[in-house]
């Protein structure tokens, strides 16, 4: 079985934010799989399919991004796996909005979800699909401003291609495994 969650921030105000490309992922893979998320327990939604054969959910944490590792710690537990088997598809400000990026682990980066999911699991070692939201550079007393602000029109175009872009990376990640998905996708560039 694979998991995969989304960060983001529930509710209306948060929806279109840069924040939320994680949650924006996970409800087109849900499109492509043709499940529907639930809340569970008011922790997270979820959703659970099949893709080549496997088992899979999907996931978007109801706890608020500075929580995220809560809803995660929990659903691991819950069905006994363990952090490699699961995904965070996470938004990325050092990352061009239009462009995606698997990595097998890695740091915070600063970034305040996967921080918490890092304490919950007591890991760092738990793959990610990164969504690029970002200039490469940005004034670091704008960056909270920043990450929950919407995307301009310029830049939609970019970015709804950089979320089914990320949707098939997560489905090779099932298909093929992370060292493949890594391979077709790392090197692709924004159009």
């Not at 080549?52 to 991004?65: D, N, R």
Request: aromatic share 8%; glycine share 8%.
């Amino acid at each position: 079985m694979k998991i995969f969650i989304g960060l983001g921030n529930p509710g209306k105000r948060y929806a279109e934010t840069r924040h939320n490309a994680g949650f924006k992922v996970i409800d087109r893979l849900a499109e492509i799989l043709q499940i529907r998320l639930r809340l569970y327990r008011h922790l997270y939604w979820i959703a659970k399919g099949e893709s080549f054969g496997e088992q899979v959910s999907l996931v978007k944490p109801a706890t608020f991004m500075n929580e995220s590792g809560r809803a995660v710690s929990y659903i691991l537990a819950k069905n006994g796996l363990p952090p490699e088997d699961c995904i965070v598809v996470v938004d990325d400000l050092n990352i061009p909005v239009g462009t995606i990026k698997i990595k097998k682990k890695g740091s915070a980066g600063g970034h305040n979800g996967l921080a918490s999911i890092i304490s919950a699991l007591g890991t760092n070692e738990f793959p990610r699909v990164k969504v690029g939201i970002g200039p490469l550079h940005y004034p670091e007393e704008d960056l909270v401003s920043f990450v929950l602000s919407d995307f301009s029109r310029r830049e939609k175009e970019s970015i709804l291609n950089a979320y089914d872009e990320a949707a098939q990376a997560c489905i090779e990640i099932v298909r093929s495994g992370i060292e493949r998905a890594m391979t077709a996708f790392n090197t692709r560039s924004p159009e």
